[in-house]
C-alpha cells in the first residue's frame, strides 16, 4: 500500500547547514499492516512520515500509495488516502473554533469547497456517537470552544477527527507522547479499536520501546535517515524491550552510553 | 446632536460596518493584517463614481467598484504567497499603488456626483425624507450583506477559511488548500470595503482621492468596541457586532467633536480615533486585570 523507493530528503541542500535527513529509504508496507516506527532523536522519522503524508518534498526517489506515484502531490492532495494525528495536541485541531466546527471540517476532507452549511443535525449525531466512544463528556459540549479541552481532550477529539472520513492510511507521529500515562493509554486503546475497525494501513512513531513492540506487527528502526533494523514475524514476538535497547546501542556505535532517560526507561 | 445629524451619523456608521466586516474577515478570520482598505475603499469611491458619469448604470457601476476592490485584496494575496512579502508590507504596497491608480481613475483628485443618477434615485420620490431614506436604503443593504457573510461562513468553504486563519497546518492536513483560501478572503474583504466606498460616494455625492486615509484605523476601531461590547461566539453575532461597533464608534466621534465643554473642532479627529481606539483596546485588558486582582484578594481573605 505505501511503497518508498530510494526516497531522499535533504534540507538546506547545498548551504553549510545541509542535512540528510533521509538517505535513501527503501520500504514497503502492505495494505492493513501496522508498523511501528522508533530511531533516536534526528533519525528521521517524523520527516518519513512528513514525506508521506507530503508535508516535505521529496529530495529524490520515489512515494507510492498502492500504484499511484504520490511524490509529486503535495499534502492537501493526498489527504483522501492519508489521515494524520500530530504530537502536539494543539496542532490537530483549532482552538478558537467549536468541536463540532472542527469535526466538520475533518468531516469535510477530500470533499472541499462547497457552500453547503458545514453542520446539520445529521453530523452533529453522527459527532455525538463518536464522541461518547471516548468517554469523555464530550458528546455534551459540541458547541464548546476546542481551546477550552484539556490536551489530553483535544488529542482524543484529534484521533476521532481523523478516522470520520474514509481513509487507507493513518500516520501517528508520538501522538501519546504529550500526555498524561493514563490518557496516552486511553487513546493508544482507541486508537487500536479505529485501526482494527477500518483495517486501516498505518506508521507510528513511537519512543516507547514498550508500545513499539505491544502495538502493529511489524518494528522499524531508523538511524541517520536509514532503516537499519526491521523486525516482524516470530522474530520480533521475541523481542523484549532489553533486545531493542541493545539494538539501539549497536546503532549508535557499540561502547555509546545510553543516556537517554526514555529509552532507558523504555516505557 | 441635532436629529439630522444623527441620522447623518448613523448612515456613515452602517457604511462603515461594512468595512469593519472586511476587517473582521482578514485581521480576525484570516490572521492576515491587511492595511490594503486604506486604498480599496477610494477604490471602490473612484471606480463608482467615474463609471457613474460617464453614464454608465449606477448599479453596474457599484458592482464594478466591489470588482474592483477584490482585485486589489487579490494583488495584496499575491505579494504574499507568491513572493513571501510580509503580509503588513505587501497590503501597504497596494495601498501605496493605489493612490496612484485612483487619481488616474477619476481622472482628477476630486469627482461630484451631485446631478448624476446613484442607487439611491429610484427611492427618491417615494416620499420618504432623504434624511430617513438614505440611512434606511444603506441600513437594509448593510444588513443584507451582514446576514449572507454570516451565512457564509457557516458553509463547508467558511469553515475552511476559518480554519486557515485559525491554524494553517491543521488545514492542510485536512485537505484545504491554503492559498486559494486567503485569495478568496482577501478578494471578498477589499470587495467589501469597495462597496463601502461606492455606497459613500453615492450617498455624500463625491469621491476624493483622500477619501480612504484611515480607514483601517475606523474598520479597526469598529471591531473592537464591537467586540468589547458583545463578545459572542455566533457568527451572526459577531457579524452583527462589528456593524453596532462601527455605528457606536461614530457616535462616540459626533459626540466627542460636538460636545461644547470638551472644546475639540474637527480637525482633532485622528487623536479623538486614536484615543477611543487605544481605550477600546486597553478596558478589557484593565477588567481581567482587576477581576484577576478582586479574585486573589478574595483567597487571601478566606485564607485569613
Known amino acids: ?267 | 446632536m441635532s436629529l439630522f445629524s444623527f441620522m447623518g451619523t448613523l448612515e456613515i456608521g452602517l457604511i462603515f460596518g461594512l468595512v469593519a466586516m472586511g476587517v473582521y474577515l482578514t485581521f480576525r478570520v484570516l490572521d492576515f493584517p491587511d492595511l490594503t482598505v486604506d486604498g480599496s475603499f477610494t477604490l471602490g469611491a473612484a471606480v463608482t463614481a467615474a463609471l457613474i458619469v460617464s453614464g454608465i448604470n449606477p448599479y453596474l457601476s457599484t458592482l464594478a467598484g466591489c470588482l474592483a476592490g477584490a482585485v486589489a485584496g487579490v494583488v495584496t494575496a499575491w505579494l504574499n504567497l507568491r513572493f513571501n512579502i510580509l503580509h503588513l508590507l505587501a497590503s501597504i504596497l497596494t495601498m501605496t499603488a493605489l493612490y496612484t491608480i485612483n487619481l488616474r481613475v477619476m481622472g482628477k483628485p476630486n469627482l461630484a456626483l451631485i446631478t448624476d443618477p446613484t442607487v439611491l434615485t429610484p427611492f427618491e420620490g417615494l416620499g420618504l425624507p432623504n434624511m430617513y431614506m438614505k440611512p434606511l436604503f444603506v441600513g437594509i443593504c448593510v444588513i443584507a450583506v451582514g446576514i449572507l457573510l454570516a451565512l457564509f461562513l457557516k458553509t463547508q468553504y467558511g469553515l475552511a477559511m476559518r480554519a486557515v486563519g485559525a491554524n494553517k497546518r491543521m488545514a492542510q492536513a485536512n485537505g484545504i488548500v491554503v492559498k486559494e483560501k486567503v485569495y478568496a478572503g482577501l478578494a471578498l474583504s477589499n470587495g467589501l470595503v469597495a462597496l463601502a466606498g461606492a455606497l459613500f460616494a453615492q450617498t455624500n455625492g463625491f469621491a476624493d482621492s483622500t477619501m480612504g486615509i484611515g480607514t483601517i484605523v475606523v474598520g479597526l476601531a469598529a471591531v473592537i468596541v464591537g467586540e468589547t461590547l458583545l463578545s459572542s461566539r455566533k457568527m451572526l453575532m459577531i457579524i452583527f457586532s462589528c456593524i453596532v461597533g462601527s455605528i457606536l464608534y461614530r457616535l462616540a466621534i459626533g459626540f466627542a467633536l460636538n460636545a461644547d465643554f470638551l472644546g475639540f473642532n474637527a480637525s482633532d479627529l485622528n487623536l479623538i480615533t486614536a484615543l477611543l481606539v487605544g481605550l477600546a483596546l486597553v478596558l478589557p485588558q484593565l477588567r481581567k486585570e482587576w477581576k484577576a486582582k478582586q479574585a486573589a484578594a478574595r483567597a487571601n481573605g478566606g485564607d485569613a
Open chain 1, 1 to 267: 500500500m505505501i511503497r518508498c523507493e530510494q526516497l531522499r530528503v535533504t534540507f538546506n541542500a547545498g548551504l553549510p547547514t545541509e542535512k540528510k535527513a533521509l538517505r535513501g529509504v527503501n520500504l514497503e508496507i502492505p495494505q492493513g499492516e501496522f508498523v511501528t516506527v522508533i530511531g533516536s532523536n534526528g533519525a528521521g522519522k517524523s520527516t518519513l512520515l512528513n514525506a508521506v503524508a507530503g508535508d516535505i518534498p521529496a529530495s529524490g526517489g520515489k512515494i507510492l500509495f498502492g500504484d499511484k506515484d504520490v511524490t509529486k502531490i503535495p499534502a492537501t492532495g493526498r489527504t483522501k488516502e492519508v489521515a494524520r494525528v500530530f504530537q502536539d495536541p494543539l496542532a490537530g485541531t483549532c482552538a478558537t473554533m467549536t468541536v463540532e466546527e472542527n469535526m466538520a471540517l475533518a468531516y469535510g476532507r477530500g470533499s472541499r469547497g462547497k457552500l453547503s452549511f458545514a453542520l446539520n443535525d445529521n453530523l452533529r449525531k453522527i459527532f455525538r456517537e463518536q464522541l461518547s466512544r471516548l468517554n469523555l463528556g464530550l458528546e455534551n459540549r459540541l458547541d464548546a470552544e476546542m481551546g477550552l479541552l484539556s490536551g489530553g481532550q483535544r488529542q482524543s477529539v484529534s484521533l476521532l477527527m481523523s478516522a470520520l472520513q474514509p481513509s487507507s492510511i493513518l500516520l501517528l507521529d508520538e501522538h501519546t507522547a504529550a500526555l498524561d500515562p493514563k490518557t496516552a493509554a486511553l487513546i493508544m486503546d482507541i486508537s487500536a479499536q479505529i485501526i482494527a475497525e477500518k483495517q486501516l494501513t498505518v506508521m507510528m512513531v513511537t519512543h516507547s520501546m514498550r508500545q513499539a513492540l505491544d502495538f502493529g506487527s511489524r518494528t522499524l528502526m531508523l538511524h541517520e535517515g536509514k532503516i537499519v533494523f526491521d523486525l516482524s514475524g516470530e522474530d520480533r514476538s521475541n523481542y523484549e524491550v532489553s533486545d531493542l535497547l541493545e539494538l539501539f546501542a549497536k546503532a549508535r556505535g557499540g561502547d555509546e552510553a545510553l543516556d537517554d532517560d526514555k529509552l532507558l526507561l523504555g516505557s
